[in-house]
């Protein structure tokens, strides 16, 4: 069975305070790594899309590495805001064509003012 | 703006009903989903469509059917044989071109549940 982990499962953090969390994946037979952000009462929002191993892609305070020989990526978030407070998914391509990511549970991230 | 649009946001079932839910898109995808997300679980694929007049079962299509008659849009009808209906249901779409590299665009999503 193929699983997508994220930890942690939810976070309090501090604006300012700059953070990160972590999306296991399986390694064999991937594809693509994808970053989604989900605030409450809207829909996903992507964020990344990563398919080379090292690869870092950043968007404003928000970047991501990728590591696809171990099976993980790390979103981190410098200086959080309030606007921030979200949950960020992962979802592994391991069946390539992006028809069927495997998703994680998310982590959710509370950002106090 | 282009988007996603699902409708209803609210469905109620009563038991022994089908009920369809509407995913309508002006992105000119190729690509559309549908997911279901229960609490404690991740997204699951229910199905999804490369192209227009075909659609591939997903991981949990037991209970229910699609179809794609038009690029834009992409119904999902619930049937009285899918016994656990009660949940949030996602549409999304991604164009094909670029293949893995495309990210996924979603719609604001219906929660159904049971009467």
């Not at chain 1, 982990?5 to 700059?18: A, K, R």
């Not at chain 2, 490369?50 to 229910?64: C, L, P, S, T």
């Amino acid at each position: 069975i193929l699983n997508v982990e994220q930890s942690p499962q939810s976070l309090h953090v501090q604006e300012g305070d700059s953070t990160n969390f972590t999306c296991s994946f399986p390694s064999s037979n991937f594809y693509a790594l994808h970053w989604y952000r989900w605030e409450t009462a809207k829909s996903p929002e992507a964020l990344f899309v990563m398919t080379l191993n090292g690869d870092e892609k950043k968007k404003g305070r928000i970047s991501a590495t990728l590591n696809t020989k171990e099976g993980y990526s790390y979103l981190y978030i410098k200086g959080s805001q309030p606007e921030d407070s979200a949950t960020y998914l992962c979802a592994s391509d391991n069946a390539g064509n992006n028809r069927k990511l495997i998703w994680g549970l998310g982590t959710s991230l509370a950002v106090n003012p | 703006d282009g988007g996603i649009t699902q409708s209803p946001k609210y469905l109620f079932r009563k038991e022994g009903q089908n009920v369809t839910l509407s995913c309508e898109q002006n992105l000119n995808h190729d690509a559309m989903y549908w997911y279901r997300q229960d609490p404690g679980q991740g997204l699951r694929l229910i199905y999804y469509s490369q192209i227009v007049n075909d659609f591939q079962k997903g991981d949990i299509a037991e209970g229910y059917s699609v179809s794609r008659e038009k690029k834009e849009s992409f119904p999902l009808t619930v049937t009285s044989a899918q016994k656990n209906p009660t949940a949030f249901y996602l549409c999304a779409s991604s164009t094909r071109e670029g293949g893995s590299n495309q990210p996924q665009h979603f719609g604001d999503g219906t929660r159904l549940s049971i009467l």
